[in-house]
């Protein structure tokens, strides 16, 4: 499986950004997806994830309200809405894939390679 991630760039604090993963590759199965974020000298950071179904979401708690995770499965794509974009969000943005959520969760599945957000005035 293939993941590439895109839609990071500059935003003011406040502001909304998009992004988009898209998955190649072996899809015929429906793969959880989740992203995360690394910030520079930090931990990569579990954001968001999605079943395959669709039907199950979950969120860390700081992004609880704030971004919106969602897919596409005809195109094999997944969504990372995020509104309310603080300074503190500044980081690269990855998203992975996996078999099931808790093993997309425990950063066992696979990787694409990340997008850089900036939120900056």
């Known amino acids: 499986v293939q993941l590439q991630a895109s839609g990071g760039g500059l935003v003011q604090p406040g502001g909304s950004l998009r992004l988009s993963c898209a998955a190649s590759?072996?899809?015929?199965?429906?793969?959880?997806m989740a992203w995360f974020r690394q910030a520079p000298g930090k931990e990569r950071d579990f954001v968001a994830a999605?079943?395959?179904?669709?039907?199950?979401?979950f969120y860390a708690d700081s992004m609880k309200g704030r971004f919106t995770i969602s897919r596409v499965n005809a195109n094999n794509t997944v969504y990372l809405q995020m509104n309310g974009l603080k300074p503190e969000d500044t980081a690269v943005y990855y998203c992975?894939?996996?078999?099931?959520?808790?093993?997309?969760?425990?950063?066992?599945?696979?990787w694409g390679q990340g997008t850089q957000v900036t939120v900056s005035s």
């Open positions: 992975a894939a996996g078999a099931t959520v808790m093993v997309v969760m425990d950063k066992k599945g696979y």
């Open positions: 590759g072996r899809t015929d199965s429906t793969y959880a």
């Open positions: 999605i079943s395959g179904s669709g039907g199950n979401k």
